[in-house]
Nanobody
Framework: QVQLVESGGGLVQAGGSLRLSCAASLRTFSMGWFRQAPGKEREFVAAISKSGGTRYYADSVKGRFTISRDNAKNTVYLEMNSLKPEDTAVYYC????????????????WGQGTQVTVSS
């Protein structure tokens, strides 16, 4: 059974930074991060290929967030800088063998979510 375990959320002031981690069990996947704010639909944030050679970002986070991975640990990271109140959401990690499935939000595996709150 594949499990994704997220960590690193919390409360931070606007302009601050946080780093999220997502550890996958069993093997390497294409992986991504999504977020859902109260009353809003889930939205794509960032994704990374299995090798780490290709990365994708939502326009709203380009230049502020960086996705990376350590395949020796089967772990993906989301470094979030210059955080804004509108970044407040529950952040979910997603994984799948298919990169396109992750990008489309249709990954087979999802983490439990971690809360990120940015105060103004």
């Amino acid at each position: 059974q594949v499990q994704l375990v997220e960590s690193g959320g919390g409360l931070v002031q606007a302009g601050g930074s946080l780093r999220l981690s997502c550890a996958a069990s069993l093997r390497t996947f294409s992986m991504g991060w999504f977020r859902q704010a109260p009353g809003k639909e889930r939205e794509f944030v960032a994704a990374i290929s299995k090798s780490g050679g290709t990365r994708y970002y939502a326009d709203s986070v380009k230049g502020r967030f960086t996705i990376s991975r350590d395949n020796a640990k089967n772990t993906v990271y989301l470094e979030m800088n210059s955080l804004k109140p509108e970044d407040t959401a529950v952040y979910y990690c997603a994984a799948d063998d298919s990169r396109s499935a992750v990008l489309a939000g249709n990954g087979d595996y999802w983490g439990q979510g971690t809360q990120v709150t940015v105060s103004s």
